[in-house]
């Protein structure tokens, strides 16, 4: 009963130094409007805006009916070059894609001889490359079919497949981005958080008076813990609600409260992770060292950037013991797929139990640490 | 010099705010030249902010102020007069570098005044002889005592024979001993240099005695000015600490000042078993002994003093007491019970105050005094009343909604108490209490100790360098290098060494133990000082320009061996990115596979199973047991255990057998857009190549595609998206480390206060800038180094164009991103909000906005804008084109030129936000 005391007497006192930082709230403020909406309409992981120009050399009517093709949003509208430039301009990044189109092409496809035609793809451009070479193939394809069945009428295809994509039909990407900007600034600010506010109790002298009165580390330590987890919790939940609902208009499929207790479960793991960095690290800069290489890394592997299926298997075994994958994953089921408690729980169960070990290890660490502080 | 003394220095009008506190109040006065002025007055009064804007390391506001004969709002004069002044802010060492030796920082300051290598070893020499601190030469400052690290303060400021020194309560916190010695150094300085103006502020009442000029202020405003012997006539006292109690507005008169401190009510002796004994308690750090052995006991209701030099491990002996430190050996108990850190009954008995300030200064006085009495758990209200007879009783009721960090010191240690005793409790612990805190302000501390003791019986154990705060003690231990030296009353102690007060008995104490064990910390018989040390240098004034590459090198040189001094940073930030560049380069990519399919065949003919097949087949698909019908495809791809599904319906064989066409259906898992655009790819091209198998055209009657469209792959035929992710790698890191450290190392200066020096001495925002940015540009370069290795040996990826322009852009992208950093930090206060800061503001960019996985060019909204000011987006190119692409100078020329565009900009930026004198 003290006890629960005592962490809710000092929590509120982390509360009161928190919304005094001007700085940190404005920084924090950004971070779940501002920084979420330009990721999502960054289109960053999607095929838009492509850059594409294209070598005519047949001059014929499929050759500009190609080219006319390439529409908006995936592709700019397509620019003509002359051939000696493509080496040059693909060089320089200025276009991503350039389609060959050889002399007498459309003579040839007339005469069903097969002519090949090129696209060259800059393939360092990643998701562009691979998406957009797919797009390309298909446009062309459909074009030249188009083109012959009017002039002479070719056999539909034996087997057709149609492809529907689950949960997000338009495979809008603000929808993922959005979330997942969410999703690292939780790591982020939970272990900035509660780690700085470690480093600072030392660097100005509270841990010794706290360390005399009666207080035990154990209660300090979660003290941080709710405080710093109230507040990303509530940052997180405004910014469903306001940013990504209401500003960005993206429907969400599932239970946001579901999602809120995932939240909270994760950022029990996530502060206490800050905590434990906060012990190790002497001083602000070894803080921000410790950060780059833990936080960093959690974030960008976690699935919320690229796919998990695209890591070697070592790495992907290897991140399922971080507590960030399960978050990403279950994030996806609930807010995407409108998953419930009966498809997430074994995630959460994940989520808690990594937590609860790393929780106690932070407790243990922090003990220690204060033991011998001076 | 002529005869007639000169102005020093003249203010007009002079008033200073921050915030809500006018520190100094339409000032108007001058400051006569050629002698030690003191300055005297309560806390918070604008000493400080006055000396300050003499040195001209604080803007004066408003009014004018003349230094050394010129204006110093004009930053000409200023930046001419500089070198001949010297200023030492308040606290201890707090100008000084504390991971830099002694000789190391003493070089600083002399390269930053331009002298010679055989004049700074000289002058370096002599300062440290006179000082006696050439033994300690190559001790890291932080781990000098506070005296040593006043006499470090003052070789550095001496260092290029200023003609005005202002010390800022250069003695606070300083034990007896290195008190005076500290003084007979600057008497001996002024002895040999005439012309020499020294403008100290004091809390100390009897070195104020000993000045030539004293000027007291109080709130803002000057209360008096003379001789310390006019201002006693004035007031008609006989010594200069009552007649500066007797000028201060609404203080009690002579009389009852005088009935409140001598007279400490006697103790009655009990014989109650003692609250505190230490037996043989010893302290060992490694091999040095804090405290060897010590004993004593104390019992209850005395009020036990604690004297000691600095660094003689008083603060250690107090920490194993209150259980924060463990004792090596020999054992304390508190209330006869041995000290167990762990036992929440034993601290609820007791109060400690620690050396420094340790509230909430983010809280208010009433939310400091609310929290601690719940965190005691008074029932709430015994706590409101406690907290109303505490305000009361300290005195707090004026501040009492104001924030913990805006008090007066003095009102701040009176907070700290009544903290401490806001539970009642039966000891009190208190580390140096009182220092810095004005007599006024003491004498009101001790009034409440002392009512403390002998009303309530409280036991009182409590540090400190004020002698006369000693002698109100009912006994005193000296301590020196961990032992006790003599343990008695305070009459006792003169009486033992036939002294005539307690300072001098106790600094005989001190010299007879320092003598006995030969310890270097005793000063040689002060040697003289060499006339030419302290010979004006006539060279001074030619030695002024804008730009001085010395001074920016002593910058670097400091720089890097601070960076050298922190193992643990170092090693972060050079293998750091290694470690980084494993887990991106293997992580970060885009080659989807792995992807889990599972089918519901419900058609399961020959014809099914050989379109399912090529799915199989596929080295992008790993098959999961098969559907059993719709509600299951649906709830496993809800749950995230399948990413796509293939659905074939019953007569698909028999369709194709008689030519009608025959459909297949896919479901993909929508919920990452990048990955289901990537399946419905995978199978698109799946679905062609079934069509345009010989063997399925066999069976199935097909004609060739019309055209054959032939994708190619430039720069990377398999397109393994390591080629591009190695490269942008090195670019996204090279953005990341350079950044942050750069930020945090200019607002680490800010929060510790070294910044200070960039204020007071010739040192340019430029030089200063630019000196801490080669560091870690070079710290950059050896991670460029060391990436640059792993990509060609560990991921295989060689450098097929230009070394060269490789190497030209890394050089001018590391300067263009410790810039950002350095950008970032201009506008940063704190070290955890340019953490942060320099965190969103550069992990977001380069992975998202950078082009590392669609170019800039076709991002839109807000992204773009952001990654066409980051530099990695110009970069990003020279990287991979160089890598990858194969390309050399000419290709990469318009990169390279708008990369070199960020060093103009983001300097300018830079020096423009960073000032050169505190607000």
């Not at chain 1, 900007?181 to 700085?196: E, F, K, Q």
Request: hydrophobic content about 45%; glycine content about 8%; overall charge neutral.
């Amino acid at each position: 009963m003290w006890s629960l005391s005592n962490i809710f007497w000092l929590g509120t006192k982390e509360l009161r130094s928190f919304i005094r930082d001007y700085v940190l709230l404005g920084l924090v403020v950004y971070s779940f409007s501002l920084a979420v909406i330009s990721q999502a309409q960054s289109n960053s992981q999607e095929l838009h805006n492509a850059s594409i120009a294209y070598v005519d050399e047949d001059h014929s009517e499929l050759s500009r009916r190609i080219a006319r093709a390439f529409l908006p949003p995936y592709f700019k509208p397509p620019v003509p070059i002359s051939e000696h430039d493509i080496d040059h301009l693909m060089n320089n990044g200025q276009y991503t894609f350039v389609i060959d189109i050889p002399p007498n092409f459309e003579r040839d496809v007339l005469g069903g001889r097969q002519p090949a035609l090129q696209v060259d793809v800059d393939a360092t451009a990643m998701v562009q490359a691979g998406l957009g070479s797919g797009y390309a193939l298909q446009i062309i394809d459909t074009e030249v079919a188009d083109f012959l069945s009017r002039s002479e009428g070719s056999p539909p295809p034996p087997v057709n497949l149609a492809i529907r994509i689950a949960f997000n039909p338009n495979v809008d990407t603000a929808w993922f981005t959005s979330v997942m900007g969410i999703i690292n600034n939780v790591t982020m600010l939970a272990i900035i958080l509660a780690g700085a506010a470690i480093v600072r109790e030392r660097e100005h002298g509270t841990m010794d008076h706290l360390l005399v009165m009666p207080l035990t580390p154990f209660q300090i330590a979660m003290s941080k813990i709710w405080a710093n987890g109230l507040i990303i919790a509530i940052a997180v939940a405004l910014s469903l609600y306001l940013v990504v609902r209401l500003l960005l208009g993206i429907p969400i499929a599932g239970s946001i409260p579901l999602f809120m207790v995932g939240v909270v479960i994760y950022l029990f793991f996530a502060t206490a992770i800050g905590i434990f960095l906060g012990t190790v690290a002497q001083s602000m800069p070894q803080l921000g060292l410790l950060y780059m290489l833990i936080a960093v890394p959690m974030n960008q592997l976690s699935g919320s950037a690229t796919p998990l299926e695209s890591m070697p298997v070592w790495l992907a075994t290897a991140m399922q013991a971080s507590p960030s994958t399960h978050f990403v994953s279950f994030a996806q089921s609930i807010l995407y797929r409108g998953a419930g408690i009966d498809v997430v729980w074994p995630q959460f169960l994940a989520v808690a139990t990594i937590g609860a070990g790393f929780l106690g290890l932070s407790i243990w660490r922090f003990r220690a640490v204060v033991a011998q502080s001076s | 010099m002529t005869g007639q003394a000169p102005a020093l220095a003249s203010l007009r009008e002079v008033t200073q705010r921050y915030g809500k506190v006018t520190a100094l109040d339409r000032m108007t006065i001058e400051i006569p030249g050629n002698c030690m002025v003191g300055l005297i007055g309560p806390d918070g009064v604008g000493k400080s902010s006055l000396l300050g804007i003499i040195a001209g390391a604080r803007r004066c506001q408003s009014g004018g102020v003349t230094v050394l004969g010129g204006d110093v709002s004009d930053a000409a004069h200023r930046a001419s007069v500089c070198p001949r002044i010297a200023y030492m802010p308040q606290g201890l060492g707090k100008n000084l570098y504390p991971d830099l030796s002694v000789r190391e920082n003493i070089e600083f300051f002399a390269r930053v005044f331009g002298q010679s290598h055989q004049e700074r070893e000289r002058r370096i020499a002599e300062l440290l002889d006179s000082t006696a601190l050439a033994p300690f030469a190559d001790r890291p400052a932080k781990k000098l005592s506070g005296g040593m690290r006043q006499k470090l303060g003052l070789c550095c400021s001496l260092i290029h024979d200023p003609d005005l020194l202002i010390l800022d309560e250069p003695t606070t916190g300083v034990d007896p001993l290195s008190r005076r010695q500290f003084w007979e150094l600057i008497d001996r300085i002024r002895a040999r240099r005439e012309g020499m103006s020294v403008l100290v502020a004091t809390a100390y009442m009897e070195e104020a005695a000993q000045f030539d000029w004293l000027l007291a202020l109080n709130a803002g405003s000057i209360l008096a000015t003379g001789s310390p012997q006019q201002l006693q006539s004035q007031t008609g006292t006989s010594n200069i600490e009552d007649a500066f109690v007797s000028l201060m507005p609404g203080s009690p008169g002579k009389e009852k000042r005088d009935a409140s401190t001598s007279a400490v009510p006697p103790r009655v002796v009990s014989d109650e078993p003692p609250v505190i004994v230490a037996k043989d308690l010893t302290c060992r750090f490694g091999d040095f002994t804090a405290v060897d052995r010590v004993n004593f006991e104390i019992g209850r209701g005395e009020i036990f003093g604690f004297v000691g030099s600095n660094g003689s491990g008083k603060t250690t002996t107090m920490k194993m007491l209150t259980g924060l430190l463990p004792a090596t050996a020999g054992q304390a108990y508190l209330f006869g019970k041995p000290v167990d850190a762990g036992s929440m009954e034993t601290r609820k008995l007791v109060g400690y105050m620690s050396q420094s300030f340790s509230l909430y200064s983010e809280l208010t006085v009433r939310q400091n005094l609310e929290l601690h009495a719940r965190l005691f758990h008074l029932p709430s209200a015994v706590a409101k009343a406690r907290i109303a007879e505490l305000v009361e009783t300290c005195g707090l009721s004026a501040h009492i909604d104001d924030d913990a960090a805006e008090l007066p010191l003095g009102i701040r240690q009176r907070l700290s108490l009544a903290v401490a005793i806001v539970h009642k409790p039966q000891l009190l612990i208190l580390d140096e209490p009182t220092s810095g805190v004005d007599p006024v302000a003491r004498d009101q501390f001790w009034s409440l100790l002392i009512d403390l003791s002998r009303n309530q019986g409280v036991t009182i154990f409590v540090s400190t360098h004020f002698m006369n705060e000693a002698a109100r003690c009912d006994r005193l231990s000296l301590m020196h290098e961990g032992h006790v030296l003599a343990t008695d009353t305070p009459e006792g102690l003169v009486r033992a060494q036939g002294a005539p007060t307690l300072e001098s008995a106790f600094i005989r104490y001190l010299e007879h133990a320092t003598n006995l064990s030969g310890s270097a910390s005793q000063p040689p018989p002060a040697p003289p000082l060499p006339a030419s040390l302290l010979a004006p240098d006539k060279r001074r004034d030619s030695r002024r320009s804008y730009f001085s590459p010395q001074r920016l090198l002593a910058c670097t040189i400091r720089e890097s061996l601070e960076l050298t001094r922190d193992p643990i940073r170092l090693m972060f930030a050079l293998f750091g990115t290694a470690f980084l560049m494993i887990v991106f380069g293997f992580g970060i990519s885009t080659d989807v596979n792995n992807l889990s399919f599972a089918v519901l065949d419900r058609d399961q003919t020959p014809e099914s199973r050989a379109y399912l097949e090529e799915l199989r087949g596929s080295p992008y698909f790993s098959e999961k047991p098969p559907l059993a019908d719709y509600a299951e495809l649906e709830r496993r791809l809800q749950a995230g255990d399948i990413k796509a599904s293939i659905e074939i319906p019953p007569n698909f064989g028999l369709n194709i057998k008689r030519g009608r066409p025959a459909w297949a259906s896919a479901w993909i898992d929508g919920a990452m857009p990048f990955r289901a655009e990537t399946i419905r790819g995978y199978l698109q091209g799946m679905h062609q190549l079934y069509l345009a198998d010989p063997a399925v055209k066999t069976t199935v009657p097909t004609t060739g595609p019309p055209a054959d469209v032939e994708i190619r792959f430039k720069y990377n035929q398999d397109f393994d998206s390591i080629y591009a992710m190695v490269p942008s790698t090195i670019a996204m890191l090279l953005a990341l480390f350079p950044a942050i450290l750069m930020a945090l190392a200019i607002v680490r200066e800010k929060e510790l206060g070294s910044i200070t020096n960039l204020y007071v001495t010739p040192v340019t925002r430029l030089e200063f800038l630019i000196g801490k940015q080669l560091p870690y540009v070079g710290v950059a370069m050896i991670n460029f180094t060391i990436m640059f290795a792993m990509a060609l040996f560990l991921f295989d990826v060689p450098l097929k164009g230009s070394f060269l322009t490789l190497l030209i852009g890394v050089i001018i992208y590391v300067i263009t991103t410790t810039g950002y950093g350095m950008f970032i930090s201009t506008f940063c206060r704190t070290q955890i909000a340019a953490l942060f800061g320099t965190a969103i503001l550069t992990i977001l960019p380069a992975s998202q906005f950078s082009g590392m996985l669609t170019p800039v060019s076709s991002l839109s909204g807000f992204g773009q804008l952001i990654g066409r000011a980051f530099p990695m987006t110009y970069f990003r190119p020279i990287s991979v084109g160089t890598f990858t692409k194969g390309l050399g100078f000419t290709d990469l020329a318009t990169s390279l030129l708008a990369l070199a565009v960020f060093i103009p900009v983001l300097t300018a930026g830079s020096l423009l936000l960073l000032r050169k004198q505190e607000a």
